[in-house]
Every structure is written in C-alpha cells, then in structure tokens.
C-alpha cells in the first residue's frame, strides 16, 4: 500500500506560512538544501527544477496532494506547479484549474483512502494545515524541514481538527550548519 507522506517546511514556532500565506522567510539556500533535494527532488516545483538542473524521476513521489490555498500561491503565473506529478487539489468551489490538475470536492479523507490502496509510489501532501488536520489519521509519515525561523503566526502546521491522537517515531533526523533540522517520522501503528 502507498503511503501518504507530509513532507512541508516548518518554523520552530509551527507554521508552514505566515499570516498572509508568505513564505520566502524560509532558507531555500544552505547546506541543507543537497542532502534534501537528493531524496526529495519531486518535491521541487518542475520548472525550478529545470531551472538548477536537478532530476526529477518521480521516484519518491508520483502523486502530489494540495489544499486550494497552497495550489493559489503560484497564481496566476504558475499554475501547475509539479506538473511531473499527478497533481491533485482540494476545492468545493475553485474547480476551474489548469489541465495538468485534477480538482476533487468530495470528501479527501475517502479520497486518499483510494489513492493508498492504487499502485503507485507515496503520496505527497503537500500542504496546508487545514487539510493536514483533515488527514492526520491518514499520513503514514511526517517529514519536517525545521527551520531555524520564528513566524509569530499564519497557517500551523496542523490546523485545529477533530482526529484521535496519532503517535509517530523518529526514524532519522539530520541537523544542518544552515541550522535547518530534517526529521523524518514514521507513523507508529498498532500491533
């Protein structure tokens, strides 16, 4: 079965974007930026990929899951971010997007539910927080850049949901000089 996988930069504070959905406070340069793009890569916008010259196989990801606020970042200019990807977005009411991007207005946890038993590799959910909570129940793995950055506020890693506790374990952790700290937890599952 797939895993869906939470893979987001995160401030020590807890939030993947401030207030207003910014996010260029975050260090996109540093020693932390190869170890993450070696494993990661298809988590890299396509044409920022091409841009610095990093492969993208698919490898890790096929499938990339976002909320509406997070897919309307690269509005209007970019408006299919990770077209290497099947790209999916949550919306009841912005369902006129690019062709490369399949809006679903049901129900995401039904949703992701189906896509985990397909063949395929992970799942990326990309962001937010608000469908993150939605689907905290459902993610099989949580991979945290923390960055060394206070925000304040904005949007948390988690919004506030209505899901019983879900207990992870670190599986590896790798601080970098930039100060960023990656950690990659695997859900604990009951035995």
């Known amino acids: ?39 990661y890569a298809d988590a890299i916008p396509t044409d920022l990929a091409a841009m610095v010259g990093v492969s993208q196989s698919a ?4 499938t990339v899951l976002m909320g509406w606020n997070t897919y309307a970042v690269g509005l209007p200019d970019a408006i299919s971010p990770y077209r290497h990807l099947k790209q999916y977005v949550f919306s009841r009411s912005n369902t006129a997007l690019s062709e490369d991007v ?13 896509l985990k038993a397909q063949e395929g590799r992970s799942i990326w959910l990309c962001g937010g927080g608000q469908l993150a909570a939605t689907l905290a129940e459902e993610i099989d ?5 923390r960055q060394p950055l206070l925000f304040g506020d904005g949007i948390p890693l988690f919004a506030k949901g209505e899901y019983a506790p879900v207990q992870f374990e670190a599986e590896a952790t790798t601080a970098y000089e930039s100060g960023v700290v990656f950690t990659e937890y695997v859900r604990r599952r009951a035995v």
Request: proline share 3%.
């Open 102 to 114: 399949e809006t679903v207005t049901g129900d995401p946890v039904a949703f992701v539910r189906d």
């Open 59 to 62: 490898e890790m990801f096929d």
């Open 141 to 145: 793995r949580l991979v945290l850049k």
């Open 1 to 39: 079965m797939r895993e869906l996988v939470y893979y987001v930069a995160v401030t020590l504070d807890g939030y993947i974007a401030g207030p207003n959905g910014e996010f260029d406070a975050f260090l996109f340069e540093g020693d932390h930026m190869d170890g993450i793009n070696d494993r």
